[in-house]
């Protein structure tokens, strides 16, 4: 069965610093990944996905950015933080497309 | 229209008590579905797949009515454990191809 680590697992930052938030997962080849985001009393936010190395689509709009430089790391990234960049980051993979994520223990980013 | 829709609850039930939650989705060409569980500040995890015949997993009991885009979870003899927020989780197109699609989650309450 797959493993995802995630890290840290809590962050505070202060507003126009950058983030590097990393995705590691374990027991599975080829993986599709995936960022959410969620804010607190909000349901989850898909922020990207990614199908292979170097692949990456964006599904919303935002000034965070995503990277895959191996088959089973993902990284998401921002240069500068806005305080509504706060919530829970959630890293999840599947075999597929349609089929069941498993997820990360998640980031939590508090931003001051 | 939201594409996944549940009650937010929460619902608070004694012990033993028989809940169901119940979700709406939009996409009539969806072709996945998924229940799963989010304990307070943690990360998401599978409870069960929803398939067409129905299916049950111990106490939880998955429904899904295509014809209708409803799908619903049951829990019997609930217990202090099922505590959490249930999610209902559909797939959807998405430019690369279909992923899940999260609904905001109801949360439940059993109570001694």
């Known amino acids: 069965s797959q493993t995802i680590h995630q890290w840290p697992a809590t962050l505070v930052q202060p507003v126009g610093s950058p983030l590097s938030l990393e995705c590691t997962v374990e027991g599975t080849s080829n993986p599709n990944l995936y960022w959410y985001r969620q804010a607190a009393g909000r349901g989850l936010q898909l922020l990207f996905y990614?199908?292979?190395?170097?692949?990456i689509s964006s599904e919303v709009p935002q000034n965070l950015s995503a990277s895959r430089p191996q088959d089973r790391q993902f990284i998401l990234s921002s240069k500068k933080l806005l305080l509504s960049d706060s919530g829970f980051y959630l890293c999840?993979?599947?075999?597929?497309?349609?089929?069941?994520?498993?997820f990360g223990p998640g980031t939590r980013l508090t931003v001051t | 229209r939201k594409e996944v829709e549940q009650d937010p609850g929460p619902f608070n039930v004694p012990e033993g008590a028989t809940v169901a939650f119940n979700c709406t989705y939009s996409n009539s060409a969806s072709q996945s579905f998924f229940w799963y569980r989010q304990d307070c500040r943690k990360e998401p995890k599978l409870l069960m797949s929803v398939y067409s015949s129905g299916n049950e997993d111990g106490r939880f009991t998955a429904q899904l009515n295509r014809a209708s885009q409803y799908i619903s979870l049951l829990i019997r003899d609930s217990k202090l454990s099922d505590s959490a927020t249930y999610l209902c989780v559909v797939n959807s197109l998405r430019n690369s191809g279909y992923a899940l699609n999260f609904g905001k989650g109801t949360s439940l309450l059993v109570t001694p």
């Open positions: 999840a993979s599947a075999s597929g497309y349609g089929v069941e994520q498993y």
């Open positions: 990614s199908v292979g190395i170097g692949q």
